[in-house]
């Protein structure tokens, strides 16, 4: 059973920041891909950044403000976001891709962590 696990969401008042982790139960290294993904209600769910190897993808409504990074130590994927704004309210999700063999993989999911920015 591959596991993920995301935290650090909560209120916050537009203009401010938030630390996101998704904590995995094992290596994010054997992981081929890394994504954050977002839901509002009555909304699709998007892709807001991309890790993958050395390579580093964001959406274009959150360049320039939130970033995504690997902690070796803590075996987790962080998002930093910074100057949020109320549309950015949302349920964000830890997502994770790994080859499981030739032609195949797997795509794994965390429950989510409530991200609320007030106005």
């Known amino acids: 059973q591959v596991h993920l696990v995301e935290s650090g969401g909560g209120l916050v008042q537009a203009g401010g920041s938030l630390r996101l982790s998704c904590a995995a139960s094992r290596s994010i290294f054997s992981f081929n891909v890394m994504n954050w993904y977002r839901q509002s209600p009555g909304k699709q769910r998007e892709l807001v950044a991309t890790?993958?190897?050395?390579?580093?993808n964001y959406a274009d409504f959150v360049k320039g403000r939130f970033t995504i990074s690997r902690d070796n130590a803590k075996n987790t994927v962080d998002l930093q976001m910074n100057s949020l704004k109320p549309e950015d309210t949302a349920v964000y999700y830890c997502?994770?891709?790994?080859?499981?063999?030739?032609?195949?993989?797997?795509?794994?999911w965390g429950q989510g962590t409530q991200v609320t920015v007030s106005s």
């Open positions: 997502n994770a891709i790994a080859s499981i063999a030739s032609g195949f993989y797997g795509a794994y």
């Open positions: 890790l993958q190897g050395a390579s580093i």
